[in-house]
T-cell receptor, first 116, second 116 residues
């Protein structure tokens, strides 16, 4: 079975500080992609960042970066210079192409609150 | 706006009634997905289409659920004889096959269903 685990149901951070959200996953496949999605309150889910498993270099998108540890099956998200607009539920997800088609498998989510 | 759109955004119905939701994907995207999200959880895959072909269905998709994408453009998800357990957010996403291989899914705002 393919699973995603986010062990932090809730986290908070002060504005302008840095926070790291954890994610671990389990799959027997070698070709897959990892994603972080953000879902603000009552708003739609948007893509934050993605990582191809075959790439060793960690992805970055402005204030967002990942720490991808393939051997440990870990994919954490670091948010630098946190802003109030970063308050949202964050979902880690992955997708494979071989046996599960194109379905995304999501974690349970981490509710991040940025405090002023 | 050329993002994924869903209609209606909210639906309240009585148990036993039938409901139908519509999703319009990003215009050039050939793949379309349906997910269900209950409160405080990550989305769970229901089904997906490549063009007009329904290629995969989750075990979550009981006989009361049916999805169509007749012309490979918009899709509908129908729930017959609704039950209170069907209350959830129904999310639609779309993606485009590409040479890069990664199938990034872009989500719509969702349809929130409440079954009384």
């Amino acid at each position: 079975a393919q699973t995603v685990t986010q062990s932090q149901p809730e986290m908070s951070v002060q504005e302008a500080e840095t926070v790291t959200l954890s994610c671990t996953y389990d799959t027997s496949e070698s070709n897959y992609y990892l994603f972080w999605y953000k879902q603000p309150p009552s708003r739609q889910m948007i893509l934050v960042i993605r990582q191809e498993a075959y790439k060793q270099q960690n992805a970055t998108e402005n204030r967002f970066s990942v720490n991808f540890q393939k051997a440990a099956k870990s994919f954490s998200l670091k948010i630098s210079d946190s802003q109030l607009g970063d308050t949202a539920m964050y979902f880690c997800a992955f997708i494979t192409k071989e046996t599960s088609g194109s379905r995304l498998t999501f974690g349970e989510g981490t509710q991040l609150t940025v405090n002023p | 706006d050329t993002g994924v759109s869903q209609d209606p955004r909210h639906k309240i119905t009585k148990r036993g009634q039938n409901v139908t939701f519509r999703c319009d994907p990003i215009s050039e995207h050939n793949r379309l997905y349906w997910y269900r999200q209950t409160l405080g959880q990550g989305p769970e895959f229901l089904t997906y289409f490549q063009n007009e072909a329904q290629l995969e269905k989750s075990r979550l998709l009981s006989d009361r659920f049916s999805a169509e994408r007749p012309k490979g453009s918009f899709s509908t998800l129908e729930i017959q004889r609704t039950e209170q357990g069907d209350s959830a957010m129904y999310l639609c996403a779309s993606s485009q096959d590409g040479l890069a291989g990664v199938l990034t899914q872009y989500f719509g705002p969702g349809t929130r269903l409440t079954v009384l």
